[in-house]
């Protein structure tokens, strides 16, 4: 409780200042209130009266300080009793709080024992696993090292196996290749006879297509010719490019100036016998066959 009014002591000092207030109205109350009696020539009287009333303040001085101090003696001893009070329960608070760090550090013990004991088991289980891990790896190791030697000494022997293979398919490649180089030799002789032998004939039938066609073109120009007449005016010398399609069996289907003489009506007498010359000589080889050719015209051959 007073830990509290020292909390708040608004309404302690408020309670003092109203006993104070009522004091204060008590004795100026009896001081109003007490009218001595006036007595002629008696001035002892009078002196006595104040003497009472020194004494009445005096009393209840006296009285408020004897309350005063009983009302701090009462609060001394609640103070004492709240700080007894208050020193009890640090003490059970310390008590509870000694009691919950033991039961905290047993509780931390037990559960580092426990904690220690299960390391403990899976250090045990890892080292089990870590022997049998190495035995593993011996055993594996013997294994790929009798692997090894056997696969060494089956590649050694197909290495061998190999190596006479090789030999053999060599010697039987370098012979397939002198065979095919014979035939080969053989083949390019015979190839290189037969195209010379082409190529003479050829030569021969070009020669032969060259004579024939000049024939065929003088068929042509004389047949020609024998259809032109002649316009006036024609000058010694003048000739025109006429270009000529065909049909097979030689008819003539158009005949047009590509070069002209210069004088269109020679030009036209050109076209005009080309035309009237359909259809035009046979090439004495069908393959001098043109379906469309340039005809130069000269009148005078």
């Not at 049909?247 to 009506?265: D, H, M, N, W």
Request: hydrophobic content about 35%; aromatic content about 4%.
């Amino acid at each position: 409780m007073f830990n509290e009014f020292l909390k708040n002591p608004r309404p302690l000092v408020y309670a003092v200042l109203v006993h104070v207030a009522l004091l204060l109205i008590l004795v100026l109350s009896l001081k109003w209130n007490t009218k001595p009696v006036p007595l002629q020539g008696s001035g002892e009287i009078v002196k006595a009266v104040v003497i009472d009333e020194s004494k009445l303040q005096a009393e209840k001085q006296r009285k408020l300080q004897e309350q005063q101090r009983r009302r701090a003696a009462e609060e001394a001893k609640r103070k004492a009793a709240e700080q007894r009070h208050q020193a009890e329960l640090q003490k059970q608070r310390a008590e509870q709080q000694r009691q919950k760090e033991a039961q905290r550090a047993a509780e931390k013990k037990k559960q580092l024992e426990a904690q220690q004991r299960r390391q403990a088991k899976l250090k045990a289980e890892q080292q089990a696993k870590e022997r049998q891990r190495i035995a593993e790896q011996k055993h594996q190791a013997e294994l790929a090292a009798k692997r090894k030697a056997a696969e060494q000494k089956r590649k050694a022997e197909e290495a061998k196996r190999r190596a006479e293979e090789a030999r053999r398919k060599a010697e039987q490649q370098r012979q397939a290749d002198e065979a095919r180089r014979q035939r080969e030799n053989l083949e390019m002789m015979q190839q290189q006879m037969a195209q010379e032998e082409q190529q003479r004939a050829a030569e021969a039938r070009q020669r032969q297509l060259a004579s024939l066609q000049s024939q065929y073109v003088a068929l042509i120009r004389q047949k020609v010719t024998r259809n032109w007449i002649k316009p006036p005016n024609v000058t010694q010398g003048m000739s025109c490019t006429v270009h000529v399609r065909l049909i097979p069996g030689g008819e003539v289907v158009e005949a047009r100036t590509v070069k002209s003489s210069g004088y269109p009506a020679f030009d036209r007498s050109a076209e005009t016998a080309v035309l009237r010359a359909s259809p035009l000589p046979p090439p004495p080889d069908p393959a001098l066959f043109q379906r469309e050719f340039d005809f130069v015209f000269r009148p005078e051959g």
